[in-house]
């Protein structure tokens, strides 16, 4: 099968391709942001949490 | 230290338990959407025939038809939830309703955006105000008024409390949704697929349609155990805050 013809869809092409390429699109805009989103949790936990532990053992130690 | 420590795991007794139950699930879930995408689309695109009527246009249903099912039910679940962490004051209901919210938004917009491209060279128009039409887009505002509100209200037991009740309010809804297309005269065809009478379509086109269905269903399952991880590790942050606030007044 020809690749342009394929792509033509028969005079559909813009709305098939319009409908999947948004989806397609969403789902790894969603995707990025939201493994994004966890890895800044991630790392601000983990920040905070050696942040509180330093300061536990100097009032431990002092 | 160890009282607080015992409050701590208390308090996020079963969120410890989620969390890498999740680690361990997402990535299964998220490699499974992808096969069977891909394998759904092989079939809807090449091996299941034209449509004699509508051209290549009908192939928009292998996506269309699995958004508008999963905007759905995802707002089921998302209400199931809110009722849940309503009554109940489970905290992890309370993540799962809201980690669902968007990702359900998400779904009724691709609905509704399919639904106009595929309305426009089969209907001869991309939008009308029909019943399924409305009240499907009345959905898509439930989901961003359970988001909107529930990031509104600064204090997070109160908006989760506000947000959950609207959720549960909207569920009435979602029979209208579903059943538009046979209590109303709509532009909108009634459904393709019914348990009694089977399909109304080639066994290709219903192959494809369901291995997209289990597809989304599984991109769900694997987004949603994401962001509910992040929405436990934000939670968890605030919360050792504020004991470590309490901590450093008493001493």
């Known amino acids: 099968m020809d690749i342009a013809e394929f792509l033509h869809m028969g005079g559909h092409g813009f709305y098939i391709w319009g409908s999947y390429g948004t989806a397609l699109f969403l789902v790894l805009v969603e995707v990025f942001f939201v493994g994004k989103r966890r890895k800044k949790a991630k790392e601000q936990l983990e920040q905070m949490e050696a942040e509180f532990a330093r300061v536990d053992n100097q009032g431990i130690s002092g | ?251």
Not at chain 2, 163 to 181: D, R, T
């Open chain 2, 1 to 251: 230290m160890s009282a607080t420590r015992r409050i701590h795991w208390m308090k996020y007794a079963s969120a410890s338990n989620f969390y890498p139950l999740a680690n361990r699930l997402a990535p299964i879930f998220m490699g499974l959407a992808v096969v069977l995408a891909v394998i759904g689309l092989y079939i809807g695109f090449f091996v299941a025939p034209v449509d004699y009527q509508q051209g290549n246009s009908y192939r928009i249903m292998f996506l269309h038809v699995p958004a508008a099912w999963m905007s759905m039910f995802i707002y089921l679940l998302l209400a199931m939830y809110a009722i849940i962490s309503l009554v109940w004051r489970v905290k992890m209901a309370d993540i799962m309703a809201y980690s669902l919210a968007p990702t359900g938004a998400m779904f009724t917009f691709i609905a509704l955006l399919t639904g106009a491209l595929w309305g426009r060279p089969t209907w001869g128009t991309y939008w009308i105000w029909d019943a399924r039409l409305t009240s499907e887009l009345l959905l898509l505002f439930l989901y961003l008024g359970y988001m909107g509100l529930y990031s509104a209200i600064p204090d997070r037991q109160r908006a989760s409390r506000a947000a959950s009740f609207l959720a549960i309010v909207g569920i009435v809804n979602v029979p209208i949704i579903y059943f538009s297309v046979i209590w109303w005269n709509t532009l909108h065809q009634g459904s393709s697929f019914s348990v009694s009478e089977g399909a109304s379509m080639t066994s290709d086109m219903l192959s494809a349609l369901l291995l997209m269905t289990f597809a989304c269903w599984a991109y769900t399952i694997a987004i949603v155990l994401r962001r509910a991880q992040a929405v436990i590790l934000e939670r968890k942050k605030v919360a050792l805050w504020a004991s470590q606030i309490s901590k450093n007044k008493e001493t």
